[in-house]
């Protein structure tokens, strides 16, 4: 199950937030603070964070570079409020993955949330070139080592197969 991080100072935004992202099937982590969402990063690893871009302690965009620093696949959404203002290419710039405006809509969030956590998920789980040329020599062996065995049952299996 995918995690997420949602931190806002407003206990509506974070109670509206976390119920759409649990009807949604993810696990969520709730941080009314700048602090707890530091430590929350720290502890739990999310895959997504969902963060007010005003969120007392610190901006949104400041955060971005410290999530991307923690854990290079975890995606951060921004949010603000209808009527506040938030330079979204500076977001972008600083490491923001996407932007939201509150109140939520929850078919809004489900649709900025998702591809976003599966991009994180495929980037957790991808292995450094290192490890790649590891895995490809492990494969290139085991298929060494079953290549004939393989080729002697096939052949076995056709020849039964054939016509007499």
């Known amino acids: 199950m995918s ?14 937030g976390e119920q759409i992202l649990r009807e949604e099937g993810y696990e969520v982590v709730c941080a009314a603070s700048a602090a707890d969402a530091t430590r929350w990063l720290a502890a739990v690893h999310p895959d997504v964070v969902i963060a007010d871009a005003y969120l007392p ?41 996407a932007f939201l405006r509150k109140p939520f809509e929850a078919s809004l969030v489900a649709a900025v949330v998702a591809p976003l956590v599966r991009e994180a998920g495929l980037d957790k789980y991808a292995a450094s070139p290192a490890r ?13 080592e079953e290549l004939p065995r393989m080729v002697e049952e096939i052949t076995r299996k056709v020849l039964l197969a054939l016509p007499r």
């Open 3 to 16: 995690l997420i991080l949602l931190a806002d100072d407003s206990p509506h935004a974070l109670r509206m």
């Open 57 to 97: 302690g610190w901006s949104g965009a400041e955060f971005c570079p410290q999530v991307k620093a923690a854990s290079r696949h975890t995606r951060v959404i921004l949010t603000a409020g209808a009527l506040e203002t938030c330079d979204e290419p500076a977001a972008r710039r600083m490491g923001g993955d």
């Open 132 to 144: 790649n040329e590891e895995i490809q020599a492990l494969v290139a062996r085991a298929v060494e």
